[in-house]
């Protein structure tokens, strides 16, 4: 039920427990609990903790639902592209605390969080009462330590996602009294403050959490890992955000990403000893580079929906385009402006997939299909699953594959991210602040050891490759680099040839993953999703529509109802306007005649497709909704807006 009172929805207390984590995080369920008998054991504390599993790594999340899940259900970003007009972001001041009704999307896309202090309380709440247990007995010095510091990882994690979309917060390390409202309608406090605030929480957890507290639980690696997340984007936020923050105080949170980093790192407990699809399709845990895991479970009735969107049948809310297709890194190492590889120059998906980085045949199908932009993401999905939709065999499709009864597992945190988080913050510090140079050692240890992932035999068959090393001082000049799309972005070009690299190999790592859309916004690069400064974003994959054998059963989009809608782009040079049209009649027995159909071979552009509304500098931080302003306003007191949004 929508809440109306404000103190009610900021401070109401989120007591939320699931039965075990240990194996399945699981949907949460409510439940009542007595605050004066509850404190009993380290179990319940387990239990109140287990609450927050599916908040902070949501994976596939459950059944239909499609909150902060990956984007073939509706990826925000400069990779991917829908028919009709592209989907806004923000646009209008929202009125609803808790963007239920407005904006949702946007928050969900960008990974943040809404104005809810709800979580804070938990955390909070549960600090509190961790020092009485041990007080009295309940809890030893370790238990304390340890369940304390998860505590303080997650307040910090929460405030994390708070200070993405709003930048400056009120910040609470205390549980506030709900006849309080000195502090419920507290000034915002600056961002500056509150991460280092979280800074803290993140060390403290670090210093205290168990290294293994059980399988699939929250532990010392995993809070390392999720913390150099959160202070790889607060540095590179100020960096690229001027005058959000100070250049010593970038430099300490870039330096803390490395650290925290090298926590992982250097436990020797991760590697990259499993293919990249197999991280996404199975039903296990597998291997040695997942930190954090979602399982799913048909026994538990624990399933969701997102394979049934990778199967090859259902039709995915947006597609790849051509800005993505262009930015895959080809298996020599170069850009396909300069590969010497054969066939390199080829648009075919089935070459692309030959001579792209691996993980581009791990996340698109090789052929094209009839979506939105002519190529299907397949990365959420076994290597089966897909196979069911040749010659419609639908019909013997198990359920793991269909509807939202999927139990496929996500890797919520994996090494990959943990070491691109670590070089990043090395070049940055090298780069802007005179650190330590980044050696051919940094790259081994990150970029370079994931490109050695292996390969499945299905890649292996194709003819895929693994892509070179990169080499300490010997970088591609791309020249998408210093494009006129990259110079009109708020942070203007990247000057340096090796932190292009590195966002280019988040930018493969992560495709479609809803972790894009975080990365433009700390860049300073949301303008990239403006097809009037970016034209490639409104631009598919190649294809040949006069071919008609495509997944193994024919699809024909040469029909009299597509006569005026149906366009070809002939090149991919973005410069040049050469777009064909879909002509023809149809006769009174439906004989198609058309004098160009031999000319629809070239780029699929999406059906009646338009730019979205234009993006402005506000749109880097989320508004402060009305109801809220209203509500400081009823009680006497006042809030900030941020700028751009005042009304």
């Known amino acids: 039920m929508y809440m109306k009172k404000f103190t009610y929805l900021l401070f109401s207390i989120v007591l939320i427990a699931l039965a075990s984590c240990d194996d399945y995080l699981n949907r949460p369920t409510k439940t009542d609990m007595n605050d004066e008998t509850y404190w009993s054991s380290e179990q319940n504390v387990r239990l109140f903790v287990n609450g927050g599993y599916t908040n902070y790594f949501p994976g596939y999340s459950s059944s239909w639902s499609t909150n902060y899940v990956p984007g073939v259900r509706g990826e925000l970003s400069d990779d991917a592209t829908k028919t009709n007009k592209q989907s806004n972001i923000l646009i209008n001041l929202p009125a609803d605390n808790w963007y239920r009704n407005e904006g949702a999307n946007w928050l969900q896309r960008t990974g943040a969080a809404p104005w809810n202090f709800g979580w804070v309380r938990k955390w909070n709440l549960l600090i509190d009462r961790l020092v009485t247990m041990h007080e009295n007995g309940i809890l030893n010095d370790e238990q304390y330590n340890h369940w304390n ?80 997340r959160f202070m790889l984007f607060e540095g590179t936020w100020y960096i690229y955000h001027p005058g959000s923050g100070t250049d010593a105080l970038a430099k300490t949170f870039l330096e803390k990403t490395v650290e925290y980093a090298n926590v992982v790192i250097n436990s020797g407990l991760y590697k990259f000893d499993t293919d990249f699809r197999t991280l996404f399709g199975s039903e296990t845990k597998v291997g040695n580079e997942i930190l954090m895991y979602r399982y799913y479970s048909a026994e538990q009735s624990v399933r969701h929906c997102i394979a049934s969107y990778s199967n090859l ?74 196979t069911y939709s040749f010659d419609s065999n639908t019909e013997t499709r198990p359920a793991k594959y269909g509807s939202n009864t999927n139990t496929n597992g996500f890797p919520c945190m994996r090494y ?57 001082g010997v970088y591609p000049d791309d020249p998408i680099r210093t494009s006129d799309p990259e110079k009109n972005t708020l942070a203007g070009v990247v000057e340096s040839k090796l932190i292009w690299e590195i966002r280019r190999e988040r930018r ?6 809803q972790r ?9 690069k949301l303008e990239l999703m403006q097809g009037s400064n970016n034209p490639d974003i409104l631009v598919g994959a190649w294809c040949d529509l006069n071919t008609t054998d495509t997944l193994k059963k024919s699809f024909n989009l040469l029909t009299a109802s597509n006569f005026g809608t149906l366009k070809i782009k002939k090149t991919a040079d973005p410069n040049v306007d050469d777009v064909v049209t879909f002509d023809g009649q149809a006769s009174d027995a439906g004989d198609i005649t058309s004098s160009n159909a031999s000319e629809m071979v070239g780029f699929r552009i999406p059906t009646s497709i338009s730019d979205r509304d234009p993006i402005l500098p506000r749109n880097y931080l989320e508004p402060i909704c009305s109801d809220v302003i209203n509500q400081y306003k009823d009680r006497g007191y006042t809030i900030t807006q941020n700028p751009g949004w005042e009304q």
């Not at 947006?318 to 890194?329: F, H, M, P, Q, R």
């Not at 090789?366 to 299907?376: A, H, K, Q, R, V």
């Not at 510090?429 to 005179?434: E, R, S, T, V």
């Not at 493969?508 to 993953?513: G, Q």
């Open 416 to 472: 990959a991210e943990v070491v691109l988080n670590y070089i990043e913050a090395k070049a940055e510090l090298a780069d802007k602040f005179g650190g330590a140079a980044v050696t051919q050692n940094d790259l081994d240890i990150s970029i370079n050891a994931i490109r050695d992932r292996p390969l499945d035999q299905e890649a292996i068959d194709k003819g895929v490759q693994k892509t070179a090393h990169l080499i300490l």
């Open 313 to 386: 049948e259902e039709n995915q809310d947006v597609g790849a385009n051509l800005s993505t297709l262009k930015a895959w890194l080809c298996a020599d190492g170069q850009p396909y402006t300069s590969s010497t590889l054969p066939d390199a120059q080829s648009w075919e998906l089935k070459n692309m997939a030959k001579t792209r980085d691996p993980r581009f045949e791990a996340t698109f199908w090789d052929e094209p299909t009839s979506g939105n932009t002519g190529i299907y993401c397949v990365k959420f999905i076994d290597r089966i699953g897909p």
């Open 516 to 524: 894009r859309l975080t990365d433009l916004r700390r860049w300073g």
């Open 149 to 228: 510091g998860v505590a303080r990882f997650l307040r910090g994690y929460e405030y994390s996602l708070l200070v993405q979309s709003f930048g400056d917060v009120p910040y609470y390390d205390f549980v506030v009294e709900s006849a309080d409202f000195d502090n419920q309608y507290k000034s915002r406090d600056p961002r500056t403050d509150v991460m280092q605030k979280v800074m803290e929480d993140f060390d403290y957890a670090i210093a205290n959490v168990r290294t293994n507290d059980g399988n699939n639980t929250i532990n010392k690696y995993v809070v390392a890992a999720y913390a150099s």
């Open 508 to 513: 493969m790592e992560f495709c479609l993953e």
